[in-house]
């Protein structure tokens, strides 16, 4: 299938060559073109050769006739495509069992690009596509050769070679997907997954003789050896078949994982990664072939030849035990049976592990969907294992019965013996006890019986099992009647007890484990206004203890009635539809107190966590309050910040473990004070450090040092937002600033960090080198011999100026050389260039500003330079000049306005004075008394960033939070949209970057 799709490609050559372009030269005079015809295509530019063929045939009629003759000839060259084509095809597709000759393909593509000696670029992209049709075509023939070979060894159950045969694929398609370039990432998972596979196939190839022998081993214990041989033989047989399914269970998900990376890295253009398609192959087989294959499909073949003859043999041998044994019981051979039995019981207990351990080879993938032959695997097995798990219930059943049937014995022939009243009681008695063991355990037997059966008759053929439960419901039922039968009447006496108060309280005890239930999941309560939901499990732990205390009170009254009805001595008692009805509803009464008990000690236990949460993160939250505290004492207002939120977050957890007032008051009374003051103070010190940074930048601006002076005012917005929500207005002047004088001076010097950086500055220390060299032998009249080193200087100058084309050195070396070796015309020269650099002030700033530097290197007292360089410093950005006196007015003005509101502490009005101060400092950036004022007024505001959301929002916000940690983004956003409509919210960062988040998976 992928050589058809890459066939296309080679298709795509022919046309891109046969078809005559449609783009014509622009017309023009008629003058004779042929001769260029001539030319082009005595070089083989055929395409060229026909776009002028064209045109000349469009202008010049008269030489229509001869061009359309040298149209025929392009196009009788150009049909050898076809031929070519053709035999490119054929080589690419040799007949069944040859290889592909690579050499002769790559030689036709060529041939056929030597057609046309300038190709246009689609027929280049082509020619590259069609090259890599071959190495495709190449690995994919030696693919199919390789499961077909391997498919072949396994039919024969060559194994061994099989799984070699697999590994010898793993690189196949392994440059292709190096050469499209799916990142570091991609290639690195592979890489991970095939070793994954390797490693297991090679764990396995290691293991696979002892695999064989321990099925050979086993199977002849069972065949010969005791229950007890059996037993402990079969730890050492399923540790190595749990190795075998391991290493299946690894083959499988890994190839389950490469399917999921190829589809996750998988282009628009693609319909399948090749390398990645292939290593899942040759892992678990191809995906169209209902028959195992890969390496997880030889482990499939050996795990169930080592399995089944195991299987077989115990299963057998469990059936002939198991009704040797139940035939003993019912001709009443107690010891033999009882013997038998536990064989059987013991025997039913391995031969379910051994069933189990062949369904261990089952595979879930991500969806939780049972792959490949589970469902066969299960249903083949299942009637096994049931009829194995119905045995091994049975025997303790039957041994039960073997118990109460020779007590039953021997009760009968005591009371056939006896002659007396009391003796006659006493048996009663005792057929009383033998009675209620088994109605006891019958209920059990039943059911489980019913159960089976009801199994058997629904989809699976369970013969087996069937025929069991049905005997051994036909032996309970024997025994119940002659037990029953066994039973003689005796006294009735009247028994009264009062249940109904017991039916009263079990009633008021579900109405108290619902209220208490709610209590633990959360009720919804209105708190200042406002709906929550809170947990009480406080409350549900004190209603609980007491409905506890009722029912068992309730328990100790049924105990009493069932303690007097059995201690009747009067059978018509027991048989009394009345009394029975009456112990029959104790007996379920019982059960729904032991039910509701079971449901209070869970509830209490959920409880008690609560409890304990919730007080363990109050614990940790006053400690990192106190810790705050300390911080912000000893003015680590970052530290107390970070104890804070430590607190906060506590105390949220705290209520959402346990509603508590004390907790929430604390939220939103000490902690929301706490965090006013630090965030008060931590302003206070931001906007000093912030200033502080302003003017080191400011200093290193006009010490020229632009990087260090970018460095600085970044620092200073990145500490202004941790209390402010908007940007510096200064900093971001400033930076503005800073960022045209960067890019006015970019490349005139080599920064330390560049990769070149020291390649670069050798090369101008060799050029410099070079020049002095040539100045010291000018000096002594050596002429030629200083020309050789100048000459030299500039091929090193040439060189640092082709990757740094301004920098500053080279063009003031280069101007120092041309002052010595052009020193006639040098001057004319330097004028020439300071001229061009004046006329370039306006349109090209920086270049004039760096010719007119490295012109005031060489001559500072030349007329008019300095103002030159002042005029195309300010043009690039470079220098800032000074604002004007109309400007300075103004911000005077807006700084008056602004010092009035302060003087006059209007302190709603301090906003605008900030905004006074900002449009002050932006005119006028070195206005100093205006920058203090504006940090008074930041420092006495505080921050804006760092604004305080209710407890109710801030408890919804963390909810939000997990939500979307659990990936229920939908819910999460609704929670985050309820909260975005209150204004003061939209200022927290917290709750900014959840909605960033919960946006960006929707």
């Known amino acids: 299938m992928y050589f058809i799709q890459y066939r296309k490609i080679l298709y795509l050559i022919l046309i891109l060559f046969i078809l005559i372009p449609l783009n014509l030269y622009a017309g023009g005079h008629r003058e004779d073109r042929m001769p260029d015809v001539l030319a082009l295509v005595e070089e083989r530019q055929y395409n060229d050769a026909i776009l002028l063929l064209t045109e000349i045939m469009r202008t010049n009629p008269d030489q229509f006739s001869e061009a359309q003759k040298l149209i025929q000839k392009i196009s009788i060259v150009r049909s050898a495509y076809n031929d070519l084509y053709a035999q490119l095809i054929k080589v690419l597709d040799p007949p069944a069992g040859e290889d592909i000759d690579k050499d002769k393909a790559y030689g036709i593509i060529k041939e056929m690009e030597g057609l046309d000696s300038n190709p246009n670029k689609a027929a280049l992209a082509a020619f590259a596509q069609a090259r890599e ?92 050896g005791s229950v007890k041989e059996i037993e402990s033989g079969y730890p050492a047989y399923s540790s190595i078949m749990l190795e075998v399914s391991a290493y299946w269970k690894t083959l499988k998900g890994t190839a389950e994982k490469l399917d999921n990376l190829g589809f996750s890295i998988q282009r628009e253009d693609e319909s399948d990664i090749p390398y990645i398609s292939t290593n899942r192959a040759l892992t678990v087989g191809r995906s169209s072939l209902v028959k195992q294959e890969g390496i997880a499909g030889v482990l499939s073949y050996v795990w169930d030849n080592a399995q089944e003859p195991v299987a077989g043999i115990i299963i057998s041998q469990l059936e002939n035990v198991y009704i040797e044994a139940v035939n003993g019981y019912e001709a009443s051979s107690f010891d033999n049976s009882r013997i038998l039995f536990s064989d059987a019981g013991r025997l039913a207990v391995v031969v379910v592990n051994v069933l189990k351990l062949r369904g261990d080879k089952l595979y879930l993938n991500n969806n939780l969907k049972i792959k490949d032959n589970g469902l066969e695997i299960v249903q083949a097995e299942l009637p096994d294992i049931l009829y194995s798990q119905a045995v091994s219930k049975a025997v303790p059943v039957y041994t039960d019965l073997l118990l109460i049937a020779e007590e039953l014995n021997s009760i009968s022939k005591t009371v056939e013996a006896s002659g007396s009243v009391e003796g006659i009681d006493e048996a009663i008695s005792g057929l009383n ?23 058997t008759d629904s989809v699976l053929n369970l013969t087996k099992t069937k025929d069991s439960m049905v005997n051994l419901k036909n032996n309970l039922g024997i025994l119940n009647k002659n037990i029953f039968t066994a039973k003689v009447r005796s006294e009735e006496r009247k028994l009264t007890l009062e249940i109904e108060p017991v039916r009263f309280k079990i009633g008021n005890s579900i109405e108290a484990i619902h209220t208490s239930e709610a209590y633990v999941d959360g009720i919804e309560e209105i708190i200042n206004g406002l709906s929550h939901k809170v947990k009480r499990p406080d409350r549900a732990e004190e209603l609980l203890t007491r409905t506890k205390d009722e029912l068992e009170a309730a328990d100790i009254a049924l105990n009493r009635f069932i303690k007097n009805v059995k201690d009747a001595k009067d059978p018509a008692i027991k048989s009394s539809p009345s009394i029975i009805f009456q112990l029959n509803s104790a007996a379920d009464l019982k059960s729904d107190i032991r039910l509701r008990k079971q449901e209070i000690d869970r509830l209490l236990s959920k409880a008690k966590v609560l409890n304990d949460e919730a007080d363990d993160a109050y614990s940790f939250g006053i400690l990192r309050l106190d810790e705050a505290y300390g911080k912000f004492d000893r003015e680590d207002f970052d530290g107390a910040r970070k104890k804070y939120y430590e607190a906060e977050a506590l105390f949220l957890k705290s209520l959402e473990f346990r509603e508590d007032v004390k907790v929430r008051n604390l939220l939103t009374g000490e902690l929301a004070k706490l965090d006013s003051d630090i965030t008060l103070s931590l302003n206070r010190k931001i906007i000093t450090e912030v200033r502080r940074l302003i003017n080191k930048g400011k200093d290193y601006y006009n010490l020229q040092e632009f990087i260090k002076a970018e460095q600085s005012l970044q620092q200073a917005q990145a500490r202004y937002k941790v209390t402010n929500e908007e940007n510096n207005q200064e900093v971001d002047n400033w930076l503005s600033k800073v960022s045209r004088a960067l890019e006015a001076t970019s490349g005139r010097n080599i920064a330390i960090t560049d990769p070149l950086y020291s390649d670069i500055i050798a090369i101008l220390n060799r050029a410099g080198e070079e020049f002095e060299k040539g100045i010291t032998l000018l000096k002594s009249n050596r002429k030629t011999e200083a020309e050789a080193h100048f000459s030299e200087a500039i091929k090193n100058i040439e060189l640092v100026k082709e990757p740094f084309p301004r920098n500053f050195k080279a063009s003031v070396l280069y101007l120092k050389i041309l002052e010595y070796t052009q020193a006639e015309t040098f001057n004319s020269y330097f004028k020439s260039v300071y001229d061009t650099a004046i006329s370039n002030i306006s349109n090209n700033p920086k270049t004039a500003d760096d010719d007119l530097l ?145 946006e960006a998976r929707l």
């Open 133 to 224: 049709s071959i190495v495709f075509a190449v690995n994919d023939r030696a693919y199919q050769i390789l499961m077909d070979t391997a498919a072949d060894q396994i039919s024969k159950k060559e194994y061994i070679k099989a799984i070699e045969t697999y590994l010898g694929g793993f690189t196949l398609h392994s440059d292709g997907f190096v050469e499209k370039d799916y990142g570091n990432i991609a290639e690195d998972q592979v890489e991970i997954y095939q070793n994954i596979i390797l490693v297991a196939a090679g764990d396995f190839l290691n293991s696979y003789n002892r695999v064989l022998d321990a099925s050979k081993i086993y199977s002849n214990i069972i065949k010969r």
């Open 433 to 455: 006890i033998i009675q209620t063991d088994l109605n006891n355990n019958g209920k059990a037997i039943t059911e489980f019986i019913d159960e089976q059966l009801l199994i």
């Open 854 to 998: 490295a012109l005031y290197e060489i001559n500072p007292d030349y007329p008019g330079i300095k103002t030159a360089i002042y005029r195309s410093g300010v043009s690039s950005g470079r220098i800032i000049p000074p604002p004007a006196q109309v400007d300075i007015k103004r911000a005077q003005d807006l700084y008056r306005q602004a010092k009035t509101i302060v003087d006059l502490d209007r302190r709603s009005q301090f906003p605008i004075a900030l905004a006074y101060l900002e449009e002050a400092i932006l005119i006028n950036s070195d206005y100093d008394t205006a920058a203090i004022l504006m940090d008074k007024i930041r420092t006495s505001t505080g921050g804006v960033s760092q604004v305080a959301m209710t407890t109710s929002d801030t408890q919804q916000l963390r909810y939000a939070e997990s939500l979307y940690i659990e990936g229920r983004y939908l819910e999460a956003n609704i929670i985050v949209n309820q909260l975005w409509v209150k204004p003061d919210n939209r200022k927290s960062s917290k709750l900014n970057d959840l909605k960033a988040k919960v």
